[in-house]
């Protein structure tokens, strides 16, 4: 039995859960310049909660405000916030909901999750590395590559902007009320 399979089985992990937003973070990049560069920033503004019942039934959600986006160039991050590109005054929210889950291998969980981004919603699976910390928490860090005009994120200048986004969470969850 793997340390994920014995940890999501075990009463501790049975509950609600809360994002940790302090010890979190959620990333991005993207190529521009027809690949020579990479535009790397993060989304500052985001909550989460989940909920585990047993070791194969996991349910869960993030909320990022789009309008957080930081790229290091105010400049940028306007124009990523105009309706070419997030649209966030018309969609504040992006989302990623978790609709189960199972074992892997190791210390790792698939994940049945949905992203949605302008109102449109798309799968998003993911392999998520799943950490206990000695403090009661887990930690759970993720990779995934999004195809950003499958969620009409269009802008690009020239054609500089590459079409495929990488997202990497690190999230940190505690039990509610902790």
């Known amino acids: 039995m793997s340390a994920v399979t014995t940890f999501l089985s075990s009463r501790d992990a049975v509950g609600v859960w809360s994002l940790d937003t302090g010890q979190s973070s959620i990333r991005f990049e993207n190529g521009t310049m027809w690949g020579a560069l990479k535009v790397r920033g993060a989304f500052t503004d985001f909550t989460g909660s989940g909920e585990i019942k047993d070791a194969k039934t996991v349910s869960g959600r993030v909320d990022i405000k789009a309008a957080s986006i930081d790229t290091g160039l105010g400049t940028r991050d306007h124009d990523l916030r105009r309706s070419n590109f997030f ?92």
């Open 87 to 178: 649209d966030s005054d018309r969609y504040p929210d992006i989302s990623v909901v978790v609709k189960g889950g199972e074992p892997a291998n190791g210390d790792v969980v698939k994940l049945d999750a949905e992203l949605t981004v302008k109102g449109i919603t798309g799968p998003l699976p993911l392999k998520v590395e799943v950490t206990p910390l000695d403090d009661g928490g887990i930690r759970l860090n993720t990779e995934a590559t999004v195809t950003r005009k499958q969620f009409a994120v269009e802008g690009n200048f020239l054609g500089m902007v590459g079409n495929r986004t990488r997202l990497r969470a690190n999230l940190v969850f505690r039990p509610a009320g902790s």
